[in-house]
């Protein structure tokens, strides 16, 4: 049995939630592939077409996957087998919450590798590293990824920084974190993009991400839209459900919701606008992926006055979002085994990090050593990445559209979601119908069946 709701921690007030789910759900992503996407695939015509299906399709999603977490008072297995229970629906669906749980951990095993390199660069920034070409910038990337022990070290540092706030609790750790860290992104982030307007090519900045080109909308880019408002929300990974199991009977789902997609949202604007002008203004060419910040940001902060200051700044900046974002990633299965198998949450969330730890080792042999063993023609870093982006979160987010749109039953969603009756009803159609829609035209997308 699931540990009792009286048991359960909960957050200090409403704000205190909205902040850590935006900490879940504005990562990497949000800093490099939103703004890039935007400027590169239609302007302000993908932006929009992004704000209508982030509100069309990721909201609804969000706000049933936090309503499922608070109802079923649980982690992501137990809440879904106790709504599920509940409802009378089968109890296979329990295998929902497995799919976010062990794609959550999964994605930690890469994306703390990443983070890594963040950690890294740093570290470079802080002594005064500088690249004057962009081939120089280039070959130092390159000499990272071709250096094992090196991407080992930051990995595991990386690691010890998740666990250690994830060991020290909801509140004590998780909570108090987030409350530190997010205020500290958003303030970073709006110097730094104060500062792309002095000392950047705003202007160019400007144009390039919201500049009218419906011409560029494809399908296919209409549809890399939809893909990345449903992961930009940290959809389908147990994370938000986790979160929501602690969230008191009192909030507005709606409203918490509301403010993390639009949180989420505005990172990703601001955060294009400031690295943009920045690279406009030193004639450099914007890059997709970690090469916009890892080769083409470090090449504008040595050509700028004052670009070391700054490139310390960025760096914090991407650290606490690959930050938040991670602690997110190793809750569910840290409280699947406080709640499932009595374990204390320390040996829980340090167990959990030591086995994620040891894939994300592989990981960083797969760069380097390992880089001839592939499957599918993927090594261990491509595979990791198809096999959750692409397969495991669309999967669970399509379940936990299907599972409250349709097998719960309307009277126990809306007595949780207390919403005005047209308000629910608008949400409660769009989830059965248009989101299910849409995730499957992703998945097939992704997969190459479409676009």
Not at 179 to 200: H, N, S
Request: proline share 4%.
């Amino acid at each position: 049995m699931s540990q009792p709701a009286s048991f359960r921690s909960t957050w200090t007030n409403r704000w205190a939630f909205i902040l850590v789910t935006i900490g879940s759900a504005v990562g990497l992503g949000n800093i490099w592939k939103f703004p890039y996407m935007a400027g590169s695939q239609g302007g302000s015509a993908f932006v929009l077409v992004y704000l209508v299906c982030v509100l069309l399709i990721g909201l609804p999603l969000l706000m049933a996957e936090i309503m499922i977490g608070r109802r079923g008072r649980g982690n992501p297995v137990s809440a879904m087998l106790n709504v599920a229970g509940e409802t009378r629906s089968s109890s296979w669906w329990g295998l929902v919450g497995w799919v976010g749980v062990v794609g959550a951990l999964l994605i930690l095993s890469f994306y703390s590798v990443v983070a890594g390199w963040i950690l890294d660069y740093l570290f470079k920034a802080l002594t005064g590293f500088r690249v004057e070409t962009a081939a120089a910038a280039g070959a130092s990337f390159e000499a990272l990824l071709g250096n094992p022990g090196q991407m080992m070290v930051w990995h595991s540092l990386f690691m010890i920084l998740t666990v250690g706030v994830v060991a020290r609790g909801v509140i004590a750790g998780i909570e108090k974190a987030n409350r530190v860290m997010m205020p500290a992104l958003f303030l970073i982030l709006v110097l730094l993009t104060l500062w792309g307007g002095v000392a950047g090519d705003m202007g160019a900045a400007w144009h390039f991400m919201f500049d009218f080109k419906p011409g560029d909308l494809t399908p296919g880019v209409i549809l890399a839209a939809v893909g990345h408002a449903f992961f930009s929300l940290s959809l389908g990974m147990g994370a938000i459900m986790a979160y929501g199991s602690y969230l008191d009977q009192d909030s507005s789902i709606g409203a918490t919701s509301l403010w993390v997609a639009l949180a989420g949202t505005l990172v990703g604007l601001l955060a294009g606008l400031a690295i943009f002008s920045l690279t406009f203004a030193q004639g450099l060419e914007p890059a997709s992926g970690p090469g916009l910040i890892l080769q083409t940001l470090p090449l504008a902060f040595s050509a700028m006055p004052g670009g070391q200051v700054f490139a310390i700044f960025f760096f914090i900046l991407v650290l606490f979002a690959a930050w938040t974002s991670a602690i997110s990633l190793v809750e569910p299965f840290v409280a699947w085994l406080t709640e499932r198998l009595g374990i204390r949450r320390g040996p829980a969330a340090w167990g959990t990090g030591l086995a994620v730890w040891f894939l994300g080792l592989g990981v960083c042999l797969s760069f380097n050593n390992w880089s001839a063993y592939t499957l599918f023609g993927l090594n261990l870093f491509e595979l990791l990445d198809f096999l959750t982006s692409r397969i495991l979160m669309p999967l669970s987010g399509l379940a936990i559209a299907l599972f409250v749109g349709w097998a719960m039953g309307r009277a126990p969603v809306q007595e949780e979601m207390r919403l005005p009756d047209g308000a629910f009803s608008a949400w409660y159609r769009v989830l059965r119908y248009l989101a299910p829609l849409g995730i499957v035209l992703v998945f097939l997308h992704v997969l190459g069946g479409i676009g």
